[in-house]
């Protein structure tokens, strides 16, 4: 009995970390997500990859890297142009999406910078964050996916991003998503995680680049 009770110590902060709460479906294109509750909070626990806006409408797929570059108005994107990687990792979206307040199915919405920072100090700070966020293991992640447990559920995947001129960088390595919230410099505020580090980097991003969506509940 004792060493039950001692074992359960151990798992009870764990298990008050996130709570797998399902699955749902979007209507516009049919994909299901897998759900995570984390604190007070519902994410998804896969990136978007809807093709459609929430009232129905076609998001443009942009494969050119010079028309890519060039854009002002919402876009989208397999990394590398490679389709099959989005089964995986999900597409790209310039922020242009995001703006639009119509990229999230019905019931979700593109968290805030405010609530990417719920979800840090919920789980501790930036310096421990990365590691309970990233998927554990080297399936996806490169060695050493330094800290990795995924003890929320989360399942970050280092899905890389497009950047301004269009090319594609650090899938494997790195992850980038995207708030809906514009900095102080023009840019727009990012959460990233890495292979090499458990910690959490916020930082500003351009707006033409392509960067993963997680969507939270409304």
């Given at each position: 009995?004792k060493?039950?009770f001692?074992?359960?110590?151990?798992?009870f902060?764990?298990?008050?970390?996130a709570?797998l709460?399902?699955?749902?479906t979007?209507?516009?294109d049919?994909?299901t997500?897998?759900?995570?509750?984390i604190?007070?909070?519902?994410w998804?626990?896969?990136?978007?990859?809807t093709?459609?806006?929430?009232n129905?409408?076609?998001?443009?797929?942009?494969?050119?890297?010079t028309?890519?570059?060039?854009?002002?108005?919402?876009?989208?994107c397999?990394?590398?142009?490679?389709?099959?990687?989005?089964a995986?990792?999900?597409?790209?979206?310039?922020w242009f999406?995001?703006?639009?307040?119509?990229?999230?199915p019905?019931g979700w919405?593109?968290?805030?910078?405010?609530e990417?920072?719920?979800?840090?100090?919920y789980l501790?700070d930036?310096?421990?964050?990365g590691?309970?966020?990233?998927e554990?293991g080297?399936?996806?992640?490169?060695?050493?996916?330094?800290?990795?447990?995924?003890e929320?559920?989360?399942?970050?995947?280092p899905?890389?991003?497009?950047a301004?001129?269009?090319?594609?960088?650090d899938?494997?390595t790195?992850?980038?998503?995207?708030?809906?919230?514009?900095?102080?410099t023009?840019?727009?505020?990012?959460?990233?995680?890495?292979?090499?580090?458990?910690?959490?980097d916020r930082?500003?991003?351009?707006?033409?680049?392509?960067?993963?969506?997680?969507?939270?509940?409304d």
């Amino acid at each position: 009995m004792k060493r039950n009770f001692i074992l359960l110590l151990i798992l009870f902060p764990i298990i008050l970390k996130a709570q797998l709460i399902g699955t749902f479906t979007d209507y516009s294109d049919g994909n299901t997500y897998k759900t995570v509750k984390i604190g007070n909070q519902t994410w998804m626990a896969e990136n978007l990859k809807t093709t459609h806006y929430k009232n129905g409408n076609a998001i443009p797929k942009v494969t050119d890297n010079t028309v890519w570059a060039a854009l002002a108005t919402g876009a989208y994107c397999d990394y590398n142009n490679t389709p099959a990687s989005s089964a995986t990792y999900g597409l790209l979206y310039n922020w242009f999406t995001v703006n639009t307040g119509n990229l999230c199915p019905i019931g979700w919405h593109v968290p805030s910078d405010a609530e990417w920072k719920i979800l840090i100090t919920y789980l501790g700070d930036e310096s421990i964050v990365g590691g309970k966020l990233k998927e554990a293991g080297l399936a996806h992640w490169v060695t050493p996916n330094t800290d990795a447990t995924n003890e929320t559920g989360f399942t970050a995947l280092p899905c890389g991003y497009r950047a301004s001129n269009g090319t594609y960088y650090d899938i494997g390595t790195n992850g980038y998503w995207w708030s809906s919230t514009e900095s102080s410099t023009g840019g727009v505020w990012n959460m990233h995680l890495t292979y090499d580090s458990g910690n959490e980097d916020r930082y500003s991003g351009i707006m033409v680049g392509g960067r993963s969506v997680r969507c939270i509940k409304d």
